[in-house]
């Protein structure tokens, strides 16, 4: 399976009349923006995904939304508990060996979560030290061994299509 492990664009950092916790905390328009652009560059790369899943909170749901317009995606965009930002990434793990059948998935997610779930997937090799917002890992990964190779990682901010 083709794993894609991606973390949230930019979002607010302080909590406002809209967003008074955590949870609600929302895209900045550059955020949108940055992505938007990321995931269209890398369109060629991110069209092969099969299903979406995301951490509920709102930032993450948001980063999911763009990418699935960028990609053209026709599948639905799942919350999953798992993803969230207090979760452990064994459960993590297992969630995503429970789409073992599917040819590629993408966890939208956070910090340090996504790193978490890169090295417990690759066992940490080749992993950059944190993911940059918007952030792409490409992972090829066993769901049977719980094994995976990472193929690629993409760097918003250095990376060119």
Do not use: W
Request: overall charge neutral; glycine content about 8%.
């Amino acid at each position: 399976m083709n794993l894609f492990l991606i973390r949230h664009a930019a979002a607010i950092d302080d909590l406002n009349h809209y967003a008074r916790t955590d949870e609600d905390r929302y895209l900045t328009a550059s955020g949108r923006m940055t992505a938007r652009k990321f995931f269209r560059d890398h369109r060629n790369i991110l069209s092969g995904i099969s299903h979406i899943l995301t951490s509920p909170f709102l930032r993450a749901v948001q980063t999911a939304e763009v990418l699935s317009s960028a990609i053209d995606y026709q599948g639905v965009i799942e919350p999953a508990v798992e993803l969230r930002a207090d979760s452990a990434s064994g459960r993590a793990v297992e969630l995503v060996c429970s789409f073992g059948h599917v040819d590629s998935l993408a966890l939208v997610g956070h910090e340090p979560m996504m790193s978490m779930l890169l090295r417990a997937t690759t066992g940490g090799n080749g992993a950059p030290a944190g993911f940059s917002k918007c952030g792409t890992a490409v992972i090829e990964f066993f769901p049977e061994s719980k094994t995976g190779t990472l193929k690629k990682y993409f760097d918003p901010k250095t990376s060119i299509a």
